[in-house]
């Protein structure tokens, strides 16, 4: 089945630096939605792109479904120690019903 | 507007036994999806219910199997409990359904199988 590729893994950075984070696929998707997790709780979604090349933003964080359509980044500026989390990408491709999900990138912030 | 209720939030079961995980979608909405969540293999697809239909299934055995309620509420069932079955089982509403990619997920059932 379909696979994305989630990179980095993990972040270790300073509290006022950017972030950036990627998914690729090797097929194309129709939606790109990038969600945050919390310890303990459920993920939550906090950017959704629907066409290719829109360029997105929610407060500091600004997501873009590639030209391709086949990846997506997504950016935090200024990043406060709030940004902790784990960060997925999750894509549905034009015969899918089903969302999928990368693996994650694991985000820590250093005050 | 209450969120997604899972219930329970946490279990522990022996292996060969059974157990069933509820979930309570967001008032209004009609779709109920579950993932299983774990560290090696992250966010995997089990089912999703449309207006008491299953609509869509992930590449579970048929251990797994799911229901949808009148009132939108859902069950998961999983059968012969295996030790790698231990995992965050998470449920997500949507008002029309993942087509949408706009889930709203529970806080999880964590299951430990021993």
């Known amino acids: 089945g379909q696979q994305l590729n989630q990179s980095p893994q993990s972040m270790f950075i300073q509290e006022g630096e950017d972030v950036s984070m990627n998914c690729t696929s090797s097929s194309i998707f129709n939606t790109w939605l990038w969600y945050k997790q919390d310890p303990g709780e459920g993920p939550v979604l906090l950017i959704a792109l629907y066409k290719a090349g829109e360029l997105t933003s929610n407060g500091r964080l600004t997501a873009q479904f590639g030209i391709t359509r086949k990846d997506s980044f997504l950016n ?36 | ?50 207006s008491e239909t299953q609509r869509n299934k992930g590449n579970f055995p048929g251990r797994f199997s799911g229901r949808q309620f009148s009132n939108s509420r859902s069950e998961m069932n999983v059968s012969t409990l295996e030790l790698g079955d231990s995992a965050l089982y998470l449920c997500a509403s949507s008002k029309t359904g993942m087509n949408t990619g706009e889930l709203f997920f529970g806080e999880g ?6």
């Open chain 2, 109 to 114: 059932s964590r299951l430990t199988v021993l």
């Open chain 2, 1 to 50: 507007k209450a969120g997604v209720t899972q219930t329970p939030r946490y279990l522990i079961k022996t292996r060969g036994q059974q157990v069933t995980l509820s979930c309570s979608p967001i008032s209004g909405h009609r779709s109920v999806s579950w993932y299983q969540q774990t560290p090696g293999q992250g966010l995997q697809f089990l089912f999703e219910y449309f």
């Open chain 1, 76 to 111: 935090i500026s200024a990043s406060i120690p709030s940004d902790v989390g784990i960060y997925f990408c999750a894509g549905q491709g034009p015969n899918q019903g089903n969302l999928i999900f990368g693996k994650g990138t694991k985000l820590s912030v250093k005050p």
